[in-house]
């Protein structure tokens, strides 16, 4: 009786014993695989790196490393280069020079305009002068800032005395005239010297000047000016 006991006993030990997994093993063992392979993966990849890696030449080792910088550490700049950091040398793309327009007469033609005055400038080489409405321009714009206005095109350009200048002009005051001539004549000028174009353009004597008066609104004695307010 006491073996039975006994092998009964061992019995329900045996079943009440907690079984062990072996799942767990398997995915070990399939980390420990892979990490084999991908070993062997990489190492192929290294040496052919290794044999595609050429070696590097003792010159390029012995080279100094190019230093553009000056004492205080500011880059200097090259020769060619402008205050801006534009290349003045090389390749430059060249103005296309425009063609010389005249008319039979060998007259440049050209029409300025400035507020609401309106010119035609006829211009041709001459000894320097300028005919407004068939008057003279000191009797025409007879103050001395008006002809000033009139010859600055032939200051900047250098061909002061060089060019006769005949202009009809009408429409607004003498201040607006002085500016439609002066705008006549500088695009004579370049059609005559297409050279010069750049050099008058620069000034902006090419422009036409968009101001002009504002017009008056009602409920006000001008543009902007209100009538005088009396509180009694």
């Known amino acids: 009786m006491?073996?039975?006991?006994?092998?009964?006993?061992?019995?329900?030990?045996?079943?009440?014993?907690?079984?062990?997994?072996?799942?767990?093993?398997?995915?070990?063992?399939e980390a420990a695989e892979g990490t084999e392979t991908a070993e062997a993966a990489e190492a192929p990849a290294e040496t052919v790196e290794a044999t595609e890696a050429?070696?590097?030449?003792?010159?390029?080792?012995?080279?100094?490393?190019?230093?553009?910088?000056?004492?205080?550490?500011?880059?200097?700049?090259?020769?060619?280069?402008?205050?801006?950091?534009?290349?003045?040398?090389?390749?430059?793309?060249?103005?296309?020079?425009?063609?010389?327009?005249?008319?039979?007469?060998?007259r440049a033609y050209a029409t300025g305009r400035r507020k609401d005055a309106?010119?035609?400038?006829?211009?041709?080489?001459?000894?320097?002068?300028?005919?407004?409405?068939?008057?003279?321009?000191?009797?025409?714009?007879?103050?001395?800032?008006?002809?000033?206005?009139?010859n600055q095109v032939f200051d900047i350009a250098d061909r002061k005395g060089q060019y006769d200048v005949i202009a009809t002009v009408s429409g607004g005051g003498l201040s607006g005239q002085a500016g439609a001539v002066r705008h006549g004549i500088s695009t004579a000028?370049?059609?005559?010297?297409?050279?010069?174009?750049?050099?008058?353009?620069?000034?902006?004597?090419l422009t036409r000047d968009p101001r002009v008066v504002e017009r008056k609104k009602y409920g006000k004695a001008k543009a902007r000016r209100s009538f005088q307010f009396s509180k009694r």
């Open 2 to 29: 006491a073996d039975k006991e006994k092998k009964s006993l061992a019995d329900l030990a045996k079943l009440t014993a907690e079984p062990e997994a072996p799942a767990a093993e398997a995915p070990a063992a």
């Open 54 to 106: 050429p070696e590097a030449p003792a010159s390029a080792e012995a080279a100094p490393a190019r230093d553009d910088r000056d004492g205080r550490g500011r880059r200097e700049k090259p020769e060619d280069e402008n205050k801006d950091g534009v290349l003045t040398q090389g390749p430059q793309i060249q103005a296309i020079l425009r063609e010389q327009q005249l008319d039979k007469q060998g």
């Open 118 to 150: 309106v010119a035609r400038v006829w211009l041709k080489p001459g000894t320097g002068k300028i005919t407004v409405n068939g008057r003279d321009q000191e009797v025409y714009f007879a103050r001395p800032t008006l002809r000033l206005v009139i």
């Open 189 to 205: 000028l370049t059609r005559y010297e297409p050279a010069l174009r750049t050099t008058v353009k620069r000034e902006g004597f």
